[in-house]
């Protein structure tokens, strides 16, 4: 190519004047940033539904990976969650004494992995099926295998559960927070570096048009595979970390009822959150986790308008009535979920003036040119 | 450079090609008309490898690709454009450009998701050429613009851009001046003579715009029914009897 580069030689002055004003800027994000490490090390309960965020963001990211970009839907999530949650709890085996920090580690690695591979065999299925079919065969394969693995009374500590304990450097809630914190940022970097490079724009060309993705040179069973396995790695370390969260693995967090709730949540946030949009998906992940039963959130509020006993009798209806709610709103009023909404202040994050209305109209075509393929 | 010998193809009981072989050589501008549902596009398919033809040959620099995959193909330097715009509508016009120097990259997936240093120096200069491709088709100004709501023959001309950012030595395209008005038709002309001229690329295109095909091609075959009707230069197929007769009717020629 001959072509000449005037253009980009003109660019560097200018690059660098945007990157002064994005450091400026992130400046604006650090009392938020602070808020985020000092509220959880206020107390215990807090630094414990803190935890559980950082794990539905993790989740939120494989979703976002998987549903967002590459275009599959996955209504099994749950599967591969657990997969992690068990394959940590057993690999660490820590009985009743604190993990061994090393063991620990090998644990996390594994439950990645035991998922990356079992999302890989799910992915070699998506290759010969679409749509409401996928969706199908995913939802099968997510109850299917939670029931038939996560029950084998030699994994799941004969039914009792599988202890899992911290090691003593973590042993405090406010420490696994920030462990959990530390790996969720992992994610989000990674989830950051797929889309900023090949990987990335593969897997979103996949999503629109196989036919353009090819003629681009784009091998499609490779990179469906490529999604589904980085989404289902992301999903198992997110097991792992709820493993030691709860501090066990029971396998009846990921089976029958409990199973597919996980796996609508996890769904929910993803599109609430924005498809393929990296900030809306970690802002729902909290929320979600948040408005969860296991959140206090909610039950003050509600103790704070005497709907306390109803609150607590049916926490569970209410979690899956706001999620509800929201899927209809954002599919019907908002297709670009939060990211749509968020945009205005990224694109002033990334250093361009503040406007609400948006000069190229956002990406909402996730959504709606049929990119999810259900 | 592409050779292709006695391709058939048949869906079910419809035979879309039959028996067609032509040649395009080394930096020929070679032109595919006939009338709609001639097979012209499908011959695009089979040579891109989208169909599998029941029978026939397709040779790339005397090498049979008739069963590689189109992805392969495209890193072999076969690039191609659609007939109805084939981009990824949600990206702006320099992700779409990136996108389409995917077997170009220069580095290996896990280095793009780990974010290595190798993947993030050869996005700058992955970034470096779009940028040269936008401002050789003077499409900088939509630069960042999510191509979505773009008009269709900027959308036309970007496909080229990305067309041509897959480093392709064999051009396919499928109806370049579609939505172009004349003035827009004889731009994209010279703008194709001038691609051959500084980059060396042969081109087989599908056209329906006689000038057009009259400015730029060397040799042209005509297809009807699936089968090959005339071939020769843009004059003398211009001129056949039969060619005339499958566009306008039989009578048009007898009166």
Known sequence: MTADASVSSALPGRRRLASRTVATRALAALPLLALVLWLPSTNDTYGHVATYAAIFIMVGLSMNVLTGYTGQISLGHQAFVGLGALTAANVVKTGIVPADPFMFGVGMVCASAASGVAALLLGAVALRIRGLYLALVTLVFGSVFADAIFTLPSLNGSDAGVSAYRPN???????????????????????????????????????????????????????????????????GLAGGVAAFWSQEFSDKNFTDVAGFNLALTFVVIAVVGGLGSRGGVVLAAIFFALTSPISPLLQSLANAMHWGTYYGNNKFYVSNVIGAVLLLQTVILNPGGLGQVLRPFSRWFAGHPFSLHDPDGGDTTAMEGGGVRA | MLEIRDLTIRFGGLTAIDGLSLKVDEWEIVGLMGPNGAGKTTAFNCITGFYKPTRGHVLYHGRDVTRVPPHRKAAMGIGRTFQNVGMVKSETALENLLTAQHTKAGYAALHGIVGSGVARTREKDLVAHAEAILDLLGLSDIRDRRIGGLPYGTLKLLELGCALATDPELLLLDEPSSGMGPEESDELGDRLLALRRELGVTMLLIEHHVPLVTAVCDYVYVLNFGKLLAEGDAEHVRNHPEVVAAYLGTEAVAG
Do not use: H, P, W
């Open chain 1, 169 to 235: 450097s973590l042993a405090s809630d406010y420490r696994y927070f920030l462990f959990a914190l530390l790996l969720a940022a992992g994610c989000l970097y990674i989830d950051q570096r797929v889309r900023g490079s090949k990987v990335g724009r593969g897997l979103i060309a996949l999503r629109e048009n196989e036919l353009v993705a090819q003629a681009y040179g784009v091998s499609v069973l490779r990179y469906k595979l490529i999604g589904f396995t980085i989404s289902g790695a992301m999903a």
